[in-house]
């Protein structure tokens, strides 16, 4: 399987994105990464390697027949990919109990999911961006047989 310049210029630069938004929420507006009781490299790094994951599940679902049969529309499959993805995120999450703060309140689980939907959906969009954009007269996902 060989992937096209457009998936990885998408896959890695939505990774990027969602990547600092997750940095500006949890670093800059809330201030967790002071919280974390081990080394703040390496939490970044194996942050940075997750948003590359998020990313490519992103991408493989933006592309999944599903969505391509019923939302034409690049942008609007990246932003439906992208809240769904967040969502599921989300709910393992919460279910696995990962949270830098023990006062986990009503208001606070809402924010924390309004806050992971839109940073894959910041995700979708650059994927869809990508589509439109990115000119290739090959197809999306080469097969070798």
Same mark, same amino acid.
């Given at each position: @399987? ?15 994105? @969602? ?15 002071n ?95 990508g ?5 290739? *007269?090959? *197809? ?6």
């Open positions: @399987m060989l992937y096209s310049f457009r998936f990885y210029l998408s896959w890695i630069l939505a990774a990027v994105l @969602m990547y600092v938004a997750f940095y500006f929420w949890h670093g800059v507006f809330l201030n967790d990464l919280r974390i009781s081990f080394s703040k490299v390496l939490f970044l790094s194996l942050a940075a390697l997750v948003y590359l994951v998020i990313s490519f599940i992103l991408y493989r679902t933006y592309e999944s027949k599903l969505l391509s049969k019923h939302i034409s529309h690049p942008i609007l499959r990246g932003v439906v990919s992208g809240f769904a993805i967040g969502f599921v995120l989300f709910s393992l999450v919460t279910v696995l109990g990962i949270s830098f703060t023990k006062n986990v309140n009503f208001t606070y689980i809402l924010a924390d999911c309004a806050w992971q939907i839109a940073e894959q959906v910041i995700g979708g969009v650059v994927i869809g961006l589509k439109l954009i990115i000119f290739e *007269p090959i *197809p999306e996902l080469i097969h070798r047989d």
